[in-house]
């Protein structure tokens, strides 16, 4: 086991074993630093940067940085949480996320940080580029307008070692897509997971949306950022 | 040089969604022609294409505030024939989940009629279509008779608490599923109706509903000649009937009677492209409906609470049974076409949904846990519930992929849109005929008669926006010479 090491957040002590995650070891202590890409246990993805924090001195993505003793860690300054709003607002504006009929309402990751951050209105503005919702042979959808091009489908969905989903062309033209052999190999129980996965409501399985009443959601029942453990 | 005027209504108050009267006044100051314009502009119909086929009862249901339970309802009984649930075939709803559904419809006609008539319309009643502006509101009704506003608050807020307990919040809930429903009522959930601990109970609410029913018949022992004659109009009527002509807010054939009460037909709703046709006109936003059988001219006809009551041949309560008795016999058993007794009709209603409110929490059914079903998928589904305004029609087809790539709406209100126009063309001559200049009463007089319809105008264009009223004057040159907004 390795060590316990002492860091600092926002100047209190904390301890972890060295190396942690940054971002798991911060919840274990009790401090939330806002996350889409990182799943736990997993290795990071640093995609998504939503969990920018400062390290000794430096501005970084939390989930990128193993626990090193004596490591200060700024979580709570007005202009780390500014930009990780910001951040989150990007998001919203770049492609069409409208909450109010999506399946994945109340148990959204954006959705919660959104929330967790008091979001409204966003500081840019909207671009309303049309995307589709793809059909994959009737087993698995992608809706588009909601992907944040995290990676974690492309990472953490796989059959053996082959990836199921990719990422196709480059910057705003970015799709995740999907290996229609590997597919159709896909139990339903593997399906599900790949819908859980997805922080958001782009990877969907046909016909089976809206199955949880209002109030026994993930987020009805918690704020994202009192669940410690909620690093998934 | 031609010196008729043109008054214009721009926003209308007190109804849902946002409008604009305007009345033409030829230089002798004859009403030459009155129009109710829809202004605003939503297009649902267009932007749910491409969507997946199970998010339709969630995303349509945004074109209401106040009665989004119809188009949850609506839209998922659509849905339910996409996944191969149809009532009368061999694959229906779980009994579950139909009641479920029936509760949810019946609370929100329970709270809307409430909301409408008390909040809306009462200060009409209580203090004239003349009477003080600033009291024309729920606050001066509050005001003047703080136990009826304390009575309409609280009935509306338990149509709101059932929505909430079976569809998971007050507005916009989630609920209604492709082929059922996503939750039961908990007996926790039930007993809150029931045992009047935390709100009045259900018996209470019943109590309540025929206290505001005489209300509404005191008035009009009072004003006997004016409700019964202010901007009535011969019509057609239509709603939805069960198979043995009661009442049926929720599932039903359409039945149709012509302005004496005779039948004209009944069909499925499932035929309504054959049986309805609609117009376009360059003034409005919202559609004009018409029976093609009689044709564009003459096919026009209305829905909602007084139609409702005139097509039905009886209400399966008892104390509303007995109302709708009173209500039937005041015309002698002909269709009543009188637009301000859409009052009365709408809150016999009132007293009708709370006593299939209270059967409905009776049924051990709403506990179980039965509560999805699905029969043979097809690419086309059509659903038609009474929403709280009348009859409100969803079709919608998908492709191979569950996409939806039509849909076609007809809202209630949209149905009422030649009524409500020759209704308020009636009540422009009734005010505006010869008079020289135009007073915020005769334009609240105006706005009376629509309210009667209690128009939803966001759900009858899909549209968004807020809902005041303008009425401008105009000479007969064209020229403004008066206006008068909200």
Redesign the interface.
């Known amino acids: 086991m390795a060590d316990e090491v002492t860091f600092f957040i926002d100047g209190r002590p904390c301890t972890a074993a060295a190396g942690d995650n940054l971002v798991e070891a911060a919840a274990d202590n009790g401090v939330y630093i806002p996350t889409l890409c990182h799943y736990k246990g997993h290795k990071p993805l640093g995609t998504c940067r939503v969990c920018m924090v400062r390290v000794d001195g430096r501005e970084a993505a939390a989930c990128t940085f193993g626990v090193r003793d004596g490591m200060r860690v700024d979580v709570d300054a007005p202009e780390l949480a500014d930009a990780r709003k910001a951040l989150i607002e990007l998001l919203f504006v770049e492609r069409n996320h409208f909450c109010p009929a999506c399946e994945k309402s109340g148990r959204c990751d954006l959705q919660a940080v959104a929330y967790h951050m008091h979001l409204t209105v966003p500081r840019f503005p909207y671009r309303y580029v049309p995307f589709t919702v793809e059909n994959f042979a009737g087993k698995l959808l992608i809706d588009h307008n909601r992907c944040i091009l995290c990676g974690r489908c492309e990472e953490f969905v796989r059959r053996g070692d082959s990836k199921v989903f990719a990422m196709k062309q480059r910057s705003s033209e970015a799709r995740i897509t999907v290996d229609l052999a590997l597919l159709a190999e896909m139990s339903a129980n593997e399906i599900a997971h790949a819908v859980h996965v997805c922080p958001v409501g782009a990877i969907l399985a046909p016909g089976q949306g809206f199955d949880t009443p209002i109030g026994r959601r993930k987020y009805d029942t918690h704020r994202i950022g009192e669940i410690t453990d909620g690093r998934d | 040089m031609n010196t008729g005027q043109k008054i214009v209504i721009d926003p209308v108050t007190r109804v849902e969604g946002h409008g604009r009267i305007t009345v033409h006044l030829d230089e002798n100051h004859h009403v030459e022609e009155a129009r109710l314009h829809i202004v605003e502009f939503r297009g649902f119909e267009k932007f749910v294409h ?6 339709v009862p ?2 349509v249901q ?1 074109l209401c505030g106040i009665c989004p339970v119809s188009h949850h309802l609506a839209g998922a009984k659509a849905i339910d024939e996409i ?1 191969g649930i149809s009532p009368g075939s061999d694959h229906t709803l779980t009994p579950t989940a139909e009641k479920m559904r029936r509760l949810m419809h019946y609370g929100q006609v329970f709270q809307s009629h409430v909301l409408h008539f008390f909040y809306l319309c009462s200060p009409d009643l209580l203090f004239g279509i003349d009477g003080e502006v600033e009291s024309r509101n729920i606050v001066g009704v509050a005001m003047a008779e703080p136990e009826l506003a304390k009575k309409a608050i609280l009935m509306r807020k338990f149509g709101q608490e059932i929505i909430r307990a079976t ?3 007050k507005v ?4 209604a ?2 082929g059922g429903i ?2 039961t009522l908990s007996a926790e959930e039930r007993d809150y109706f029931l045992n009047g601990k935390e709100i009045p109970a259900i018996d209470t609410m019943i109590d309540w509903a025929l206290e505001g029913l005489d209300f509404f018949k005191s008035f009009h022992r009072d004003n006997r000649e004016w409700l019964d004659g202010y901007a009535a109009v011969p019509s057609s009527h239509m709603g939805m009937v069960r198979k043995d002509g009661a009442l049926d807010l929720y599932h039903g054939d359409l039945k149709v009677v012509d302005a004496e009460g005779t039948l004209l037909q009944t069909f499925d709703y499932h035929d309504y492209l054959n049986e309805l046709g609609e117009e376009t006109k360059s003034w409005s936003y919202m559609k004009f409906p018409y029976l093609r059988s009689l044709g564009r001219q003459d096919g026009w006809y209305r829905v909602g609470p007084l139609p409702r009551l005139n097509v039905c041949e009886f209400l399966p309560s008892p104390l509303a049974q007995k109302e709708f008795e009173a209500f039937r016999a005041y015309t002698g058993g002909r269709a009543n076409n009188m637009s301000m007794h859409y009052h009365w009709a709408r809150l016999i209603e009132v007293v009708h949904a709370a006593e299939v409110i209270r059967d409905l929490l009776a049924d051990p059914d709403l506990q179980k846990d039965n509560l999805i079903a699905r029969g043979t998928a097809a690419g086309e589904g059509i659903g038609v519930v009474e929403a709280p305004r009348g009859t409100l029609f969803h079709h919608y087809k998908v492709d191979d ?3 939806i790539n039509f849909c076609n709406l007809i809202v209630s209100t949209t149905n009422n849109n030649t009524a409500m126009n020759r209704a308020v063309a009636a009540a422009a001559e009734d005010l505006m005929e010869g008079v020289p200049e135009v007073t915020e009463a005769m334009t609240n007089g105006v706005e009376v008669v629509l309210r009667a319809y209690d128009p939803c105008l966001s759900c009858a264009t899909h549209a968004v926006g807020q809902m005041p009223l303008r009425i401008e004057l105009y000479d007969a040159g064209g020229t403004l010479r008066d206006v008068r907004v909200r």
Request: net charge positive.
């Open positions: 491409g969507r997946p086929y199970w998010e969630v995303l945004r996944v569809a998971g919040k916009h809930g989630i609920s599923v492709p996503h939750k992929a569950g996409r």
